[in-house]
């Protein structure tokens, strides 16, 4: 049987998992309320005692595992090194919701928190073949050293890709990078200096708060609304900074299926974003790692096709194919290009050689629109399920977006309900979540959270949002009962990953 024919038969889903018992019920709950939170060698918070951080959730991406409802400073009682690491590391801080992960990721607990790409359905004995056949054949180019640009075969692989979605690309002006995320840094890397601005759009992906953060720069929040982007604001936001003898260096967004928010920018506003942009002359950095995952439709026209000249356009295959190739690129204008290429050459020498001849092979040799597809199918499958349960189970005063694809729903709780100090709760009762401040610089979000549904099957999906619907319904009744004391969380100030920390 053929590569591509073998390709078109699909896995099952996974397997649905048996309810929790009580019992588990009861051992998850006694985790996340009898032992103190340790970093290091020091008790660092006892406002959520219980977790260790020696695990992690393994459906959350490196990026998210970072994520905080407030941050907690590395501890240095013992480290002698201390006076030796470079001041931009002095802020780095470590996040104590990364410590509830621990439970989280029982298997008695409904995960609704992490971002990983669902690869249930990706025929990995196809790809073994592959592979096989790559190393059999190719294997000596590709575990050597490659182009620090990348390998022309996935260069010109990725500018065809990227047609799907109306850009014209030449092959010349792609820098192959280790994910989207490296290319997200080589950019910041490039462009900003300690104190210079980004404006993000709000909320904004966590990775890249936590990139820009890493590089000194002070994220400024843009205004959206359900049409993505307020050209206004970013005017108004941009004038203010300018007026303040500050240094704006570009706009960051996602706009297909936004990482946390759902939202897709409609395209009459991307045109109003684009032709604002360059009215101000400013940069759009797009970050665009969902836009093949559109699940009612063909996708929505770039920025980048329509501002060839004013945007870099980050892209991946996490999504679209496997994360752990790690293979993203950014394509940018040439002289943008150039430094990205001596910036990469000084940070990685060159991307992966075999990642890149193992992409190359899936876009040559399988029908990888089909397997897009296919996953498409999957993901529209729980995305449904997630808004029905909402539908279904959310208290009377909570609202949520209805993204057209991707991977997540952002949710807005009623009452005055702290997200981030819920979240101890809801781990008790095995059911977790992102809370809405880890996507803001600046604290805000208590009220937010992001709900994924890539990853759980349908059912599990449905018994998490239920579960997540009785703990709101009991904080509900405690501030009903006792005020908001009951149940508010940290001080906004200390919330959030701020310009100074990641």
């Known amino acids: 049987m053929s590569i591509t024919n073998r390709l078109s038969q699909t896995a099952p889903d996974p397997q649905v998992l048996p309810a929790p018992s009580a019992g588990a019920r009861e051992a998850a709950g006694a985790a996340a309320a009898t032992e103190p939170v340790r970093a290091g060698s020091q008790h660092l918070i006892h406002t959520t005692p219980g977790i260790s951080t020696k695990s992690e959730r393994t459906d959350m991406t490196p990026h998210e595992s970072q994520t905080s409802h407030h941050q907690t400073r ?13 001041v931009r590391t002095l802020g780095l801080k470590t996040s104590p919701v990364r410590a509830l992960f621990a439970v989280a990721n029982r298997p008695e607990v409904v995960s609704l928190a992490g971002g990983m790409p669902n690869i249930a359905d990706l025929p990995l004995d196809v790809v073994g073949d592959a592979l096989r056949e790559l190393i059999g054949t190719r294997g ?5 050293y490659g182009s620090g640009q990348g390998e022309p075969e996935i260069r010109e692989g990725i500018c065809q890709v990227m047609s799907v979605e109306g850009i014209d690309a030449d092959p010349d002006d792609v820098t192959v990078t280790c994910g989207s995320q490296q290319a997200l840094d080589l950019v910041t890397r490039i462009f900003c200096d300690p104190g210079d601005v980004v404006m993000a759009e709000s909320p904004s992906y966590v990775g890249a708060l936590n990139t820009f953060a890493s590089y000194q720069a002070e994220v400024i929040h843009v205004g959206m609304d359900e049409q993505g982007i307020d050209p206004q604001s970013l005017r108004e936001q941009v004038s203010r900074a300018r007026r303040a003898g500050k240094r704006v260096k570009f706009l ?6 936004s990482n946390p928010s759902g939202i897709s920018q409609s395209e009459q506003r991307r045109r109003e974003l684009v032709e604002e942009a360059r009215h101000l002359d400013l940069l759009i950095v797009e970050d665009n790692p969902y836009g093949l995952l559109n699940l009612d439709g063909d996708p929505l026209p770039t920025l980048r096709s329509m501002s060839p000249d004013n945007v ?7 999504k679209t194919f496997a994360p752990g190739f790690r293979v993203g690129w950014a394509l940018a204008p040439r002289f943008v290009r150039e430094r990205l290429v001596l910036a990469q050459e000084s940070a990685t020498l060159c991307p992966p050689v075999f990642s890149q001849f193992a992409v190359s092979t899936y876009l040559t040799h399988w029908d990888w629109r089909k397997q897009v597809r296919v996953f498409i199918d999957m993901y529209r499958e729980r995305r449904d399920a997630m808004l029905s349960a909402l539908a279904e189970h959310m208290p009377e005063g909570t609202t949520w977006t209805r993204p057209s694809g991707g991977f997540f729903v952002w949710l807005t709780v009623p009452g005055g309900l702290d997200s981030a100090a819920m979240l101890p709760r809801a781990v008790s009762d095995l059911v977790a979540y992102t809370p809405g401040t880890a996507f803001y610089a600046d ?17 599990r999906i449905r018994v998490g949002v239920d579960r997540l619907a009785g703990v709101m319904r009991r904080e509900l009744d405690i501030r009903t009962t006792f005020g908001v004391a009951a149940s ?9 990953p701020g310009p100074d920390s990641v």
């Open 312 to 318: 870099v356009y980050l892209g991946s295959f996490s």
């Open 140 to 144: 000596t180019q590709a575990m050597q």
């Open 252 to 257: 960051y967004t996602i706009p297909n299926h």
């Open 443 to 459: 604290g805000r979000g208590q009220e937010n959270i992001r709900l994924s549904y890539c990853y759980p099957t349908p059912e």
């Open 74 to 86: 590395v501890d240095t009682t013992f480290d002698h090194f201390h006076d030796l690491y470079a």
């Open 488 to 496: 508010s969380g940290p001080h906004p100030r200390d919330m959030g």
